[in-house]
């Protein structure tokens, strides 16, 4: 098992696997990792669907374009879940209040997400195995893939992830400068402008020479085009289908309109 360190420090997102099965007793290492995430109120707000089934793989990978979901050992879906707790609430008789449909409430559901993804990077990572987030799996068709995976109300996709024994090493990308992302005591904004313009010098630099595929992206505007393409995803119809009410969300467009 790799060092705290090794985990921690040399992790990078791998995208090609070895045809290779991960062995059940890592699995449920995995598992049992994500089990126990911390969530807000120890509420849980989270669901994960393991996907191994390759039928059901390839046909994500039709939707979202990202190869590494058919090729990988086992995809993992995490979710947002209010589901189980409106299932609570209804046994019990009790009224549900729909927390889900305030931004506080989708934040919640999205971070016990993410820590739960979390979680299950850095057991993959400990046993020897890769993966990678996949973004994608929210944005790319999520109604579409909502249908697939039988998502009832209350629940909606975060993200995706991909797992599997390593086909691939990627160098490890530049990541900011410790100045740039630890603030003391309060944000400091002294010299930022020219830390990130070396860092996107760097970033830029790293992208020609790195092994596998090389581009001639920097960090600043190739993320700031994603924002840009982002702005259409549109997400707030989708979420709404699943039994989020954001009408917030809906004000804040118009305002920005």
């Not at 999205?110 to 990678?132: F, H, K, P, R, T």
């Amino acid at each position: 098992m790799k060092s705290i360190e090794e985990i921690f420090l040399s992790r990078t997102s791998v995208r090609r696997y070895e045809r290779r099965a991960i062995e059940p007793e890592k699995l449920d290492l995995i598992y049992r990792a994500i089990q126990n995430t911390p969530t807000s109120y120890n509420g849980q707000q989270f669901s994960v669907i393991a996907i191994s089934d390759q039928t059901i793989k390839e046909q994500i990978y039709a939707i979202t374009g990202q190869k590494q979901i058919k090729t990988c050992a086992i995809f993992l879906v995490f979710c947002a879940d209010f589901n189980k707790l409106k299932q609570f609430a209804d046994a019990k008789g009790i009224d549900f209040p729909r927390f889900q449909d305030t931004m506080d409430g989708l934040l919640v559901g999205v971070i016990d997400a993410s820590l739960a993804m979390q979680n299950a990077v850095i057991a993959a990572e400990s046993l020897g195995l890769g993966s990678c987030c996949i973004g994608y799996t929210r944005t790319a068709a999520p109604a579409q893939l909502a249908e697939l995976l039988q998502l009832p109300q209350g629940v909606a996709v975060v993200c995706g992830l991909s797992m599997g024994y390593p086909a691939e090493h990627p160098d490890l990308k530049p990541k900011q400068p410790l100045s740039l992302v630890i603030h003391h005591n309060h944000y400091c904004t002294d010299q930022i402008n020219e830390e990130l313009l070396a860092y996107n010098d760097e970033v830029s630099q790293y992208n020609e020479v790195r092994s596998g595929d090389k581009t001639h992206h920097d960090w600043g505007t190739h993320i700031l085009d994603y924002h840009r393409m982002a702005l259409d995803y549109h997400l707030e119809e989708y979420l709404q289908h699943q039994g989020f009410d954001l009408s917030f969300l809906k004000d804040d467009r118009r305002e920005r309109n």
